[in-house]
């Protein structure tokens, strides 16, 4: 099976259609998917067989995809020098994101799943795994970095495992100059972000 075909068989099963029914005008944005959480898992799955990144701000369709698979990938080691800011703006901002629980993929091996791998850090991961439910306190996490991508504009092309939520001392989420705050509940996670500082 050649490349095109099983890009078309991984975003077939993500826009749930037959792969034959995916043309170049197919569009494959967020509200084609079917929400973020199913976006990120389509990338991942499309990166994990193209091994490497993609500037997912530029694809919206099928023909952009196929396009855009010979770009270079960043790399995992010098991604964080590759997507750094400009300065010159000062504003603050405030971001609040929900997500079903349930939306996350199932996976013997968390560390291993393309789409925990891509979407978390191993620190992350890890924190997670050490509470009582992970894949809630993971769906959390990834509502603060969709909040934090919603506060802070120049975060909406970071790949989400560069936007890694620690904690303090005392179990808080923490991102440098935000003030995070995250909850799940009755099979939702949600999470607030403010932007305090003007050099976040």
Avoid at 26 to 37: C, E, K, L, M
Avoid at 86 to 115: C, K, M, N, Q
Avoid at 124 to 139: F, Q, R, V
């Amino acid at each position: 099976m050649n490349s095109v075909a099983r890009l078309r068989e991984i975003v077939a099963r993500y826009i749930e259609c037959e792969p034959g029914a995916v043309t170049i005008r197919t569009a494959i944005d967020q509200a084609a998917v079917g929400g973020s959480i199913r976006f990120h898992r389509m990338f991942s799955a499309i990166e994990g067989h193209l091994q490497r990144r993609l500037d997912r701000s530029t694809i919206r369709t099928f023909g952009d995809l196929v396009a855009n698979q010979s770009k270079a990938n960043i790399g995992t080691d010098d991604g964080a020098a590759a997507y750094q800011f400009e300065r010159e703006t000062t504003y603050y901002g405030i971001g609040i994101d929900i997500e079903s629980i349930e939306s996350l993929p199932v996976a013997e091996d968390i560390r291993a799943h393309e789409f925990y791998r891509t979407t978390f850090t191993q620190r992350e991961i890890s924190h997670c795994l050490l509470n009582g439910d992970a894949i809630s306190s993971l769906a959390g996490r990834y509502a603060a970095k969709e909040a934090i991508i919603k506060a802070d504009a120049r975060y909406a092309n970071v790949p989400l495992d560069q936007i890694e939520i620690t904690t303090n001392a005392n179990g808080a989420p923490i991102f440098p100059g935000f003030l995070i705050s995250i909850s799940h509940a009755a099979g939702v996670a949600v999470a607030v972000a403010i932007r305090l500082s003007r050099d976040a």
